[in-house]
């Protein structure tokens, strides 16, 4: 936005953190509400002081809770519904409630902005908003860095390990919703009939349950837990496979790092999946939570390279075309000078 003209400030609902101090070197002024909690209502009186002392232009928050502190805020602070935009970015099955939510309190906006099409059809149907009052701005990634990086030696990644042996990758948050369980189940099979090894990359609430399940499933030793990493463009270059079961999305930065990868990808056929993964063109798409289906589509990518090769580079073209940051970039940037002229 600054490269367009346009001055910047941040504010975060919680306590700075790293991301501040890199966007403070940078020259962006960084505010904080220093909030405790997703409970802490606190944060809409310092952040009605905040609007109140820095008089924006226009107001962007994104997901449920700076949503709901930006419309309640700016109404606090004088400051015109009609330049308030709430940007949301997940397709929410498990807490219905913040449909209630957006529905009731929404018109203290301009509009919502979805970054996919599921999450659009998902706010339209789901929490019955308006059609005129969202607007798609579809997200994206910049495919430069991870088609820059280089594969890593496998040896250092998992001790032991055989330099041929395949690996099948997964990114992300360690959380239910990510369709975890349900991966390690299915490599039991893909454990049994090749060589190949399932690395886990990234932390969460759910590493536990899924040393549990690795233990209860005899996969000591085939799946690894490597936690967060700040390799990630390396490992998907590294990667044989990349799975990415999830029970629901909004728009996966990680699905979209791995095609920008042209890494072979299986993935579920739910809401932010779907809208980057076609069938056997991109990757291969299966059933959320068909164990079979996901063992098969995994064993039928790493049995036919040719095959897989070609559908991974098929998804790197995707990404170029249709997924790239600067189109998100520009469509912001036309959707705040439609605002800003009223």
């Known amino acids: 936005m600054r490269a367009r003209g346009r001055g910047c400030a941040v504010v975060s609902l919680k306590p700075l953190g790293p991301v501040s101090e890199m966007l403070c070197a940078d020259g962006v002024p960084v505010f904080t509400c220093e909030g405790r909690g997703g409970w802490d209502f606190r944060v809409v009186k ?4 905040i609007i109140a002392d820095t008089r924006p232009g226009l107001i962007h928050s994104l997901l449920f809770h700076a949503n709901f502190a930006s419309r309640r805020a700016a109404r606090s602070a004088g400051f015109p519904a009609k330049r308030v935009v709430c940007e949301i970015q997940t397709v929410e099955v498990e807490r219905r409630w913040h449909l209630l939510v957006d529905r009731w309190t929404g018109g203290s906006c301009r509009c919502f902005v979805g970054n996919s099409p599921s999450v659009i059809e998902h706010l339209a149907h789901h929490a019955r908003i308006p059609r005129d009052r969202l607007r798609l701005v579809r997200g994206g990634i910049d495919p430069e860095e991870v088609r820059a990086a280089r594969a890593i030696d496998k040896r250092t990644l998992v001790a032991g390990i055989d330099p041929d042996a395949p690996i099948v990758l997964w990114v992300g948050r360690l959380d239910p919703v990510k369709g975890l369980t349900f991966l390690v189940r299915a490599f039991r099979e893909v454990a049994e009939k090749t060589s190949a090894h399932l690395v886990l990359v990234g932390g969460g609430p759910l590493k536990a349950t899924l040393e549990r399940e690795v233990r209860r499933t005899a996969l000591l030793g085939r ?3 490597l936690g967060p990493r700040r390799d990630v463009p390396s490992l998907l270059k590294t990667a044989d496979v990349f799975a990415f079961p999830s029970r629901t999305e909004g728009l996966p930065n990680a699905l979209l790092e791995a095609m920008a990868a042209a890494c072979p ?5 739910v809401p932010g999946c779907r809208d980057l993964i076609e069938h056997e063109r991109t990757g291969l798409v299966v059933p959320y939570d068909d164990t079979p289906k996901l063992t098969a589509a995994v064993l039928q990518l790493l049995a036919h390279p040719t095959f897989s090769a070609q ?6 073209v995707e990404v170029e075309r249709n997924w790239h940051v600067e189109r998100t970039w520009e469509g912001y ?3 705040y000078d439609d605002i800003l002229r009223g």
């Open 223 to 225: 799946v690894h837990l």
């Open 333 to 335: 940037s036309a959707l």
């Open 46 to 49: 310092r952040l009605a002081d």
């Open 311 to 316: 559908m991974g580079k098929a998804a790197a």
């Open 265 to 269: 990808i299986v993935t579920t056929d």
